[in-house]
């Protein structure tokens, strides 16, 4: 089979550098520990002004921590958050992270792991 590698390219790219959506967990920017926190914290804010997105957003990844007589604290949001992004806890989507990053740094000091 005869593959174009410059047209492979091309669609590789398209979609690459759009905007950021952090309601799209899939999205292909890079993960970034900060951008997730950041995202917690909107998170917890949105849900103690009782928008509808947010109580979804808990519902749907922790409903258990709406049921509580307390209400929700951050480590609760982060834990949606990173449910949304598949995975179990926050330190796990922390992990994750910094092995990207370790990963990356490999690369680009050129000691690919």
Do not use: Y
Not at 32 to 37: D, G, L, R, V
Not at 101 to 111: F, I, M, N, S
Request: hydrophobic share 30%; glycine share 6%; charged share 30%.
């Amino acid at each position: 089979m005869i593959v174009n590698l410059a047209q492979l390219r091309r669609q590789r790219t398209v979609g690459v550098g759009t905007e950021f959506d952090p309601t799209n967990p899939g999205r292909g920017n890079p993960l970034s520990i900060e951008q997730q926190k950041k995202r917690a914290k909107d998170l917890l804010r949105a849900l103690r002004s009782n928008e509808e997105n947010a109580i979804a957003r808990f519902q749907r990844h922790s409903p258990e921590r709406l049921s509580k007589e307390e209400s929700p604290r951050l480590h609760d949001a982060q834990q949606v958050i990173a449910r949304e992004n598949g995975f179990r806890k926050w330190t796990d989507l922390k992990a994750h992270i910094d092995r990207i990053c370790v990963e990356q740094q490999a690369t680009l000091q050129g000691r690919p792991s």
